[in-house]
Antibody, heavy 123, light 107 residues
Framework: QVQLVESGGGVVQPGRSQRLSCAASGFTFSSYPMHWVRQAPGKGLEWVAVISKDGDYEYSADSLKGRITISRDNSKNTLYLQMNSLRDEDTAVYYC????????????????WGRGTLVTVSS | EIVMTQSPAALSVSPGERATLSCRAS??????FAWYQQKPGQAPRLLIYGASTRATGIPVRFSGSGSGTDFTLTISSLQSEDSAVYYCQQYSYWPLTFGGGTKVEIK
């Protein structure tokens, strides 16, 4: 069965960096684009970024451009999110999620989601 | 960016009754539109994509309609397990954007 397990969350000071990972299993990881979506405590969903199946293409939220990098290692079945210059408002649960269909349509919605990892930005 | 506006913010419906949730996009997104359900402490679950196609395993009581700017999610006969927050999303334009959510409670 499809499994997505995020890790790397925790408490981080403002201005510091954090790298999140998402380990995928149960499907051919290299065939699917992947999303990151976040959710601040008690708030709604916010799309963060998406990466193509081979890592050649990526799109990210305008508010995060320049501070985040989405990447993947298909040999390790792992998705990453590098976040820099963290701010209080980056405090959220970060979910990785698989695009609905294998292939090149990065924009498709995600069907499988991990349970998320909580990043708390606080001094 | 496309702004997605959901209404109402909250809805209380008796078991067995119909629930109707709305979402409006600030500009046309064709049928590149999805609905999600999220229960407390859980990840979102894809219900509907392509505005009206049920995702795998989604009960037939969930149906989606609309295109362009106005979309509707209908739960035909509300069950207790349908208590959740429902989010809409457009995937026609970058950045992808979500609505603010509608909380559905069971009376």
């Amino acid at each position: 069965q499809v499994q997505l397990v995020e890790s790397g969350g925790g408490v981080v000071q403002p201005g510091r960096s954090q790298r999140l990972s998402c380990a995928a299993s149960g499907f051919t990881f290299s065939s699917y684009p992947m999303h990151w979506v976040r959710q601040a405590p008690g708030k709604g969903l916010e799309w963060v970024a998406v990466i193509s199946k081979d890592g050649d293409y990526e799109y990210s939220a305008d508010s995060l451009k320049g501070r985040i990098t989405i990447s993947r290692d298909n040999s390790k079945n792992t998705l990453y999110l590098q976040m820099n210059s963290l701010r209080d408002e980056d405090t959220a649960v970060y979910y990785c999620a698989r695009v609905l269909q294998e292939g090149t349509q990065l924009w498709l919605p995600p069907d499988y989601w991990g349970r998320g990892t909580l990043v708390t930005v606080s001094s | 960016e496309i702004v997605m506006t959901q209404s109402p913010a909250a809805l209380s419906v008796s078991p067995g009754e119909r629930a109707t949730l709305s979402c409006r996009a600030s500009q046309g997104v064709s049928s590149n539109f999805a609905w999600y359900q999220q229960k407390p402490g859980q990840a979102p679950r894809l219900l509907i994509y392509g505005a009206s196609t049920r995702a795998t395993g989604i009960p037939v009581r969930f149906s989606g309609s609309g295109s362009g700017t106005d979309f509707t999610l209908t739960i035909s006969s509300l069950q207790s397990e349908d208590s959740a927050v429902y989010y809409c999303q457009q995937y026609s334009y970058w950045p992808l954007t979500f609505g603010g959510g509608t909380k559905v409670e069971i009376k």
